[in-house]
């Protein structure tokens, strides 16, 4: 009977906290609760195992080209290593968090312009999406997302040159971004 008892309080307490919350009450409302796997692992403090340093994340090309779908709902062009799957390549954890450029001087350059959009708030959610992809893709190039009006543009870079700025632009037509153009602008350069 005691074994019963701990048996049963051990199953209760199993129940991660999403299925607490969607249990049935009596005079109580009902709660649903849709969401992805790794959502799921995270508010119920479950983590998966991930093999990873403190630079990258190894993985197949096929969970790379998932990954970058999941990201933003398209396939990907990530086109490293063979098609067999079986091969990994470095996928860089990249920090999409904003930064301040100190200490940089503004001179005329070159950006690469990925996305110019409208003024509504789905042009926003579209530039600052491409932006972390861009970001994701080239991570040690700076990239920015803002509303210069009458529209939200991403851009990304800082070229001196003109050549430099087209090495670039044909690198973010090959991961499908076709749409991508060099502008000229006022860049920061740091001596």
């Given at each position: 009977m005691i074994a019963l008892c701990i048996d049963c309080m051990t199953a209760a307490n199993a129940q991660t906290f999403t299925q607490r919350l969607q249990q049935s009450k009596a005079g109580e409302g009902k709660v649903t609760v849709t969401h992805s796997r790794d959502i799921d692992n995270l508010v119920n403090g479950q983590t998966q195992n991930v093999r990873k340093d403190s630079t990258k994340t190894e993985v197949t090309v096929q969970e790379?080209?998932?990954?970058?779908?999941?990201?933003?709902?398209?396939d990907s062009t990530?086109?490293?290593?063979?098609?067999?799957?079986?091969?990994?390549?470095?996928?860089?954890?990249?920090?999409?968090?904003?930064?301040?450029?100190?200490?940089?001087?503004k001179v005329w350059g070159w950006r690469v312009q990925v996305y110019a959009g409208g003024n509504q708030r789905k042009d926003r959610q579209q530039a600052e999406r491409i932006g972390s992809e861009i970001k994701a893709l080239f991570p040690t190039q700076p990239v920015y997302v803002h509303f210069k009006?009458?529209?939200?543009?991403?851009?990304?870079?800082?070229?001196?040159?003109?050549?430099?700025?087209?090495?670039m632009l044909s690198n973010v037509k090959k991961a499908g971004y076709n749409a991508a153009t060099v502008i000229k602008e006022k860049i920061t350069v740091f001596h």
């Open positions: 790379a080209k998932a990954l970058l779908r999941q990201m933003n709902g398209r990530l086109n490293r290593g063979s098609a067999t799957g079986q091969d990994t390549i470095a996928i860089p954890n990249v920090d999409t968090s904003k930064k301040v450029m100190r200490g940089g001087q009006s009458p529209r939200w543009i991403c851009r990304m870079g800082n070229y001196r040159t003109y050549e430099d700025a087209l090495h």
